[in-house]
């Protein structure tokens, strides 16, 4: 599944490149309100990547010690919003919210749902 969204974005892009179209990639990171289903309120669809908090999982990649960032999807639709306002577009936006570990993350879930 990855892969072939992988390759869906860069045939996106090279689509783009070939247009005289103003565009910019926005590069977000993870979807916080997904990694907190099914308590956080969301209209994606759960992926399940690291963590799994409803059924208290975890597949760490890695030793789970880079940085990775978390963003909760409405935060991300304000600023894409707002970016149509911008006078000109970078090639690349980055919308960054938290920026943690994973194991950071998973200690951070715990002790939200008050397991080990």
Known sequence: M?????????????????TSLE?????VGYFLDVRGSPHARSYQRQNIIAVN?????????GTGNAPVTFTHTLDIAE????SLDFP???LESCVI??????NEFLSISEETIGTE
């Open 79 to 82: 600023y894409v919003a707002a």
């Open 2 to 18: 990855n892969m072939v969204l992988g390759k869906s974005k860069l045939n996106t892009v090279e689509t783009l490149e070939k």
């Open 88 to 90: 000109k577009w970078e």
């Open 97 to 102: 919210g938290d920026v943690v570990t994973w």
């Open 53 to 61: 908090i409803e059924y208290e999982r975890t597949a760490m990649p």
């Open 23 to 27: 565009y910019t990639l926005f590069y």
